[in-house]
């Protein structure tokens, strides 16, 4: 079968390797559609950051070279042994966290942070390739009301989810997103779904602009920066701020955004910044960190399936595997226009 291998930065190769067979506890599905992912593009530009190299990932066992996505769903085309639930041809939507189940975080249900933390894409063999593997807790089975252009979306859209959980958005508050990727255009979305009073959001690019307008942005502004978000905001400011780009200045925007007593929420994925702790303390706002996502897929498939919220606004181009280097990961580089590439293998 084909797949997209990743041997080194800069070294996405695609390749015919053996189909994998799914072992114990473990299905294989037949890939509809897999997502290119910020982080599957920081692993092309300049990896390894999270794909194992010298050792091999606990849950896993797997080192590079390996197949990447983690944003997939497909039907199971077949099951391995003590696997129930699931049959051939169940449409399916992968849920790509790794878990051990037996440390303390995953014994209290929090399993996103597993001592053994990973994604199939990254840390495994993912979904940019005809079939994949995954352990069978992974796959959630899809109503006939959710398509396969739905279920491709749902792996961001559940990191969205998950962050407005931990921020602990209350109807009538007022938001503001910045960096209008993937995840903060989904976090306009649901924020507003969700009973938001009003969400504003920044962002340089006037396509990603006019898209959280859509989605249910009352204002976007193209710098976050110099109080034009806050002005955006209303009154004291914003009740809860996301930043979703990974970067001390933007977080200092959303700080300087949020209101005294306001939240600040961690979804982009930075390095060491600084901060006014002087000033955090006085205005006693509170800093909250968002990863990956737990117990939010069911969520997300009643949203669509029993309200009918479309997910697919965020696509903007739908590839062949073949392809997937020049029109997924160069593409997504060189062009903010692009928000969301799906592959389909």
């Known amino acids: 079968m084909k797949a997209a291998v990743w041997y080194g930065a800069r070294d996405v190769r695609v390749v015919d390797v053996p189909a994998p067979v799914p072992g114990r506890g473990e299905v294989a599905i037949s890939v509809a559609y897999c997502g290119v992912c910020g982080s599957d593009l920081h692993e092309y530009a300049d990896g390894p950051h999270a794909i194992p190299v010298a050792e091999p990932h606990p849950e896993s066992g797997r080192t590079a070279p390996l197949v990447l996505g983690h944003e997939f769903c497909g039907t199971v085309t077949r099951v391995g042994p003590d696997v129930s639930g699931l049959r051939a041809g169940d449409r399916v939507a992968v849920e790509p966290h790794y878990r051990c189940g037996a440390c303390p975080r995953c014994r209290a249900g929090e399993y996103n942070l597993c001592r053994h933390f990973g994604f199939a894409g990254l840390m495994g063999d993912g979904g940019l390739a005809e079939t994949a593997v995954v352990p069978a807790y992974m796959v959630h089975r899809l109503p006939d009301g959710v398509s396969l252009e739905q279920a491709a979306v749902f792996e961001p859209a559940a990191v969205a989810l998950h962050a407005l959980h931990r921020s602990g958005l209350r109807a009538g508050e007022t938001v503001a997103v910045v960096g209008l990727g993937p995840i903060g255009l989904l976090i306009v979305q649901l924020a507003a779904l969700r009973g938001a009073g009003r969400v504003v959001a920044a962002d340089p690019s006037p396509r990603r602009r006019e898209l959280a307008l859509r989605l249910g942005a009352a204002e976007a502004v193209e710098d976050a920066g110099g ?34 007593g306001g939240r600040v929420t961690l979804v982009g994925l930075g390095g060491t910044v600084a901060i006014d702790a002087f000033a955090l303390v006085n205005n006693e706002q509170s800093i909250i960190a968002s990863v990956g996502y737990r117990g939010v897929h069911p969520e997300l498939i009643r949203l669509v399936a029993e309200e009918g919220v479309d997910l697919t606004a965020i696509v903007t181009a739908v590839v062949p595997l073949d392809d997937v280097v020049r029109d997924g990961f160069a593409a997504l580089l060189a062009s903010k226009e692009e928000i969301k590439v799906l592959v389909r293998p």
């Open 227 to 260: 109080g034009a978000l806050r002005a955006a905001a209303g009154g004291e400011g914003a009740d809860v701020a996301f930043e979703a780009v990974g970067a001390e200045a933007t977080l200092r925007a959303c700080l300087e955004t949020t209101r005294r």
